[in-house]
């Protein structure tokens, strides 16, 4: 699977608390602008759960993006998948009403216990 962030002006880099998003603890997402993805090879296997649309590597089942509809503006992209993640620095925690006991959050940055959107 290949894909390029293409322009990613506007990036948010989220430690995301996965409560259902993947097998670890918590997942590193950095949220772009849909239209700066763009797929070069390789198939997607997209799946509806839970509101969102998660899309796979077809070929390893590695989670590569996950957004809110189709026609979102935005769209997440897990940092692990990039060639070069260490570029993209988290800015906040979100979901950390799902956190496990022993995940301690840097108090230098800001936490949600849901998304930022809802402010909760």
């Known amino acids: 699977m290949v894909y390029t962030l293409g322009q990613s002006r506007g ?8 409560g259902g998003a993947s097998a ?13 993805i763009e797929v070069l090879s390789g198939e997607l296997r997209k799946v509806s759960y839970a509101d969102r ?37 988290p800015e906040a925690a979100i979901w950390t009403e799902d956190k496990l006991p022993w995940v301690k959050l840097d108090p230098s940055r800001r936490a949600f216990r849901r998304s930022r959107d809802e402010n909760a």
């Open 24 to 36: 670890a603890p918590y997942v590193t997402w950095c949220s772009v602008p849909s239209k700066a």
């Open 53 to 89: 649309l998660r899309s796979f590597a077809s070929c390893c089942g590695t989670p590569l993006f996950i957004q809110d509809e189709v026609s979102s503006e935005w769209i997440d992209v897990t940092v692990a998948s990039l060639d070069d993640p260490k570029t993209f620095h």
């Open 11 to 18: 990036v948010t880099a989220i430690a995301k608390i996965a």
